[in-house]
């Protein structure tokens, strides 16, 4: 089994920051992409930000030189560094990532639990 936890979600004033972290623990063999998704009550799921295993990062727009995604292999954690928080940035932020167990071949996704992150104007 595969677990995500996450951390870091908080309240915080308009401009300020906040750093979320989510590690995976479990029987991994190997990790592929990891992401960021946010999701405002009576809406979809949004994707925030993703690293895939060999480097390459995308932002939505709307986060694009505030937000900063990063990733550990050795430690199975990828964080989300976020500055000049907006409040339309208010959200439950989820992690996910695309792992290969030691238990089969095939990837499947994972989803942590969420965590809010609640900007105050």
């Known amino acids: 089994q595969v677990q995500l936890v996450e951390s870091g979600g908080g309240l915080v004033q308009a401009g300020g920051s906040l750093r979320l972290s989510c590690a995976a623990s479990g029987s991994i063999f190997e990790i592929f992409t990891m992401g960021w998704h946010r999701q405002i009550p009576g809406k979809q799921r949004d994707l925030v930000a993703l690293?895939?295993?060999?480097?390459?990062?995308m932002y939505v727009d709307s986060v694009k030189g505030r937000f900063t995604v990063s990733r550990d292999n050795a430690k199975n954690t990828v964080w989300l560094q976020m500055n000049s928080l907006k409040p339309e940035d208010t959200a439950v932020y989820y992690c996910?990532?695309?792992?290969?167990?030691?238990?089969?071949?095939?990837?499947?996704?994972?989803w942590g639990q969420g965590t809010q992150v609640t900007v105050s104007s």
């Open positions: 996910n990532m695309y792992i290969r167990t030691t238990a089969e071949w095939s990837m499947r996704e994972y």
């Open positions: 690293i895939t295993d060999d480097g390459t990062i």
